[in-house]
Nanobody, 119 residues
Framework: QVQLVESGGGLVQPGGSLRLSCAAS????????MGWYRQAPGKQRELVAA???????NYADSVKGRFTIFRDNAKNTVYLQVNSLKPEDTAVYYC?????????????WGQGTQVTVSS
């Protein structure tokens, strides 16, 4: 079973930036498309960014132009650079492998990393 460990969150002011990291165990990381999801209080978990094994990316409209997903297969790690943060970006951020419909592949989630945007 793949283990996912997210890190890099924190408290930032509006307009600030963070770099989130997700380290995955296992030797099959490079074959999976990976995604970053987030869940705000009282809301469903949503996919905000995804990257294929070949490096193609997709973003939710709400983060397009502000968030960048990239991966380092040698380190089994996927990153999310989050810029120009807004209060509505406040959420717990998670990573998972993602299928072509945007649904998570692995049943087990990491603990997530909290991003709080507040002045």
């Amino acid at each position: 079973q793949v283990q996912l460990v997210e890190s890099g969150g924190g408290l930032v002011q509006p307009g600030g930036s963070l770099r989130l990291s997700c380290a995955a165990s296992g030797s099959m990381f490079s074959i999976y498309a990976m995604g970053w999801y987030r869940q705000a209080p009282g809301k469903q978990r949503e996919l905000v960014a995804a990257i294929t094994s070949g490096g193609s990316t997709n973003y939710a409209d709400s983060v397009k132009g502000r968030f960048t997903i990239f991966r380092d297969n040698a380190k089994n790690t996927v990153y999310l650079q989050v810029n120009s943060l807004k209060p509505e970006d406040t959420a717990v951020y998670y990573c998972n492998a993602v299928n072509g419909l945007g649904y998570p592949i692995f049943d087990s989630w990491g603990q997530g990393t909290q991003v709080t945007v507040s002045s």
